[in-house]
């Protein structure tokens, strides 16, 4: 049995797949294995995959497309390790990814959910690192999904706590939540990873109904859960206001101005001081700024 399963979920991402197989199989600890599977894409992503030889490397091919948290589910049911990874198939590990794991492990044998910093680039240049990992991580992730789909988790946990198959939008920070709620999260900030931004990357790709469902049915949902509800119900308004100007922030990026001011303001109204506060509410002041000079 390995230490640990690199699970990859891929739809028609053949261009970006290569590369970050690749960088999953060049790790300086080697007792790892790379799922790969393949959301029904209709691209060359299977002719690619099998290109790649390597005894390490596991390939599934789904017929019927059921979107990134079912890949992930699937991934996570085959997977051997002791403990799971989640790598999107755009993204990018640096070789001492999986060295750096086994380290936190060594000095902390009890972890069973842990994640590292990483950078995020354009592919050529660095944008900005997430790496401030210190103090009370658990915490800290009510206020924003810094791990974004980045994190460890022991796999007969993972097992479960499977992604929400029902949401392809924060369906990671649904499950980080769920977990953080029960088990400590364990964090260093040694860059061992790149999360690359582009312009296919989905998450640049928002339907305005299906954006605003999407966190009225996550906030239901962590709201159901005991353990959640029982851990941040203090946080939850802060964390309401958080997720209102998220969506005001990407509906002024994609050009629907009044929609946005109205989630500004109602973001305003359930936590004023948490807005103002945040690098988030001077990104849409100036996303309305600069469109409204283009217009």
Known sequence: MPKFSIIIPSYNRADFLLTSINS???????????????????????????????????YIRKTVNGER?????????????????????????????????YKLLQINPEAVFFAFAYQITNGTRLITKINNYAGDLNKKLIGGNFLSCKAFVKREIALQFLFNEARNLSEDYELWLKLAARFKLYGNSTITSALILHSGRSVQHHDPPKLIENFVTLEADLEKDPEVFSVYKKYFRDFKSDNLSYISLHLVISGHRKMAFKFLILSFLKSPLRLISTKRFYAIIKKFVLTRIRH
């Open 24 to 58: 999953s199989l060049n790790q300086e600890y080697t007792d790892f294995e790379v799922i790969v599977v393949d959301d029904a894409s209709t691209d060359n992503t299977e002719e690619m995959v099998n290109s790649i030889k390597s005894d390490k490397l596991t």
């Open 69 to 101: 948290s079912a890949a992930r589910n699937t991934g996570t049911q085959v997977a051997r390790g002791e403990f799971v990874y989640f790598h999107d198939s755009d993204d990018v590990l640096y070789p001492n990814h999986l060295k750096e794991a």
